[in-house]
């Protein structure tokens, strides 16, 4: 069946969303003949079970119909009718209740319990005469009159057979007493209910395994259907795109602060000179290459820097090795190779200050492609 909105079959089983979707409109998996089924089933248990009360319903239906002289119509009317209600009163729990209990255990095993307030809205589409007649001569229609068809045809069927063998004594229970009477025609109703249980036992499964099966059907979804729940569910790719972006940056920041609480365990920090800066750390026998602590650019680069004064961690201003550390190194990994020689150089003028030796700063010669400006590029191609 073709689907009038992007033209794509409906060929695709649901998806949970959609079957959500269908719980919250009512339409979930039900059938009538399994309620009939069940209804029959317990009402033919209950009978069952209480054919021992057969007797003294018919001895207090039998005495409503003696009028005692002693008594006046009006009287015994009141009674009789007193009589009766207190007899439905107390039966009608026993009854009602085992019914009720199995109705909902069926429904529970077909398609769950569903209360959905949305199938009690008005639908100006449901008034609409051209869809109603659509409906009355659409398959569903068709399956509704062969399965009445069927219905009648089964349990009449099985009505006449189970009742056969005892339409003699049945033709004859006017000489039978009240009690004995009422046994009897407790005793046909019986063998008529278990031929019209066998019966509904094949109608009930025919019509859930059609039920099944237009509920299913009636949620189907084309390809086109699935991707725009895709794309409605988990956003369009520019979305979804600006959402990693988003949890990167805030990974990233998330990393920058936490790798400020290691730089007062830095050797040196290498600034551009409020820009950027990167806090490094060397321990020789530990570390097998100067390792990046922290860095950051613009107030990240000055919270390092403030964290490293505070700390007394040695603060040196090459801007060129800052920027190139920055672009080309990552929080927690060594530096670059190519970078060894000139961290080399900074490191060890460090060293000589710690040690009470001043001395100027060293020239410190990085390759042309990492002589980078503010942007990562290098500054050759602002010659260019």
Known sequence: MADADDGQEKTEEPTQKRRQEAREEGRITTSTEVFVLVTLGMGALILSAGQWALPGLAGLWAKGLVIEGAQSLDAMMIAHTRDMMLWMLAAGPGLGLPLLAAVLMAQSAMGGLNFAPKALGFKPEKMNPLTGLGRMVSMKALVDLLKAVLKVTLLL?????????????????????????????GTAMLRVMGGLLLGLVVIAALDLGWQIHSNTKSMRMSRQDIKDESKESEGSPEQKGAMRRRQMQASHRASERKALADVPMATAIITNPTHFAVALRYEPG????????????????????????????????????????????????????????????ILAHVWRLEQGQPAPMPDVDLPPDLTLDEFGRPLRWRNQ
Not at 161 to 173: I, K, T, V
Request: proline share 9%.
């Open 157 to 185: 069927a099985a009505g006449v057979l189970m009742l056969q063998p005892l339409l003699p004594a049945l033709g004859s229970s006017s000489a039978l007493a009240p009690g004995d009477a009422m046994v009897l025609f």
């Open 286 to 345: 530990t570390d097998t290459a100067p390792r990046i602590l922290a860095m950051g650019k613009g107030p990240m680069a000055q919270a390092v820097i403030r964290r490293g004064r505070r700390a007394g961690v040695t603060t040196l201003q090459v801007p060129p090795l800052a920027r190139a550390l920055y672009f080309t190194g990552a929080i927690g990994r060594e530096i670059p190779d190519v970078l060894f020689a000139a961290v080399a150089v």
